[in-house]
């Protein structure tokens, strides 16, 4: 019964700072894809 009652606590969660995230430009995403596709392609 007692490990019914942990799983059930409830825990919370506090999101300080979510940081920022980044903007792209259309020529920017353009770019990325464009050098994603060039050889030689290293994994």
């Known amino acids: ?3 019914d009652r942990r799983s059930a606590q409830v825990e919370r ?3 300080v700072d979510t940081g920022r995230r980044r903007r792209w430009s259309e020529d920017e995403k353009l770019k990325i894809v464009l050098e994603s596709l060039q050889a030689p392609r290293q994994v």
Request: charged content about 35%; glycine content about 0%.
């Open 1 to 3: 019964m007692d490990s």
């Open 13 to 15: 969660l506090e999101v």
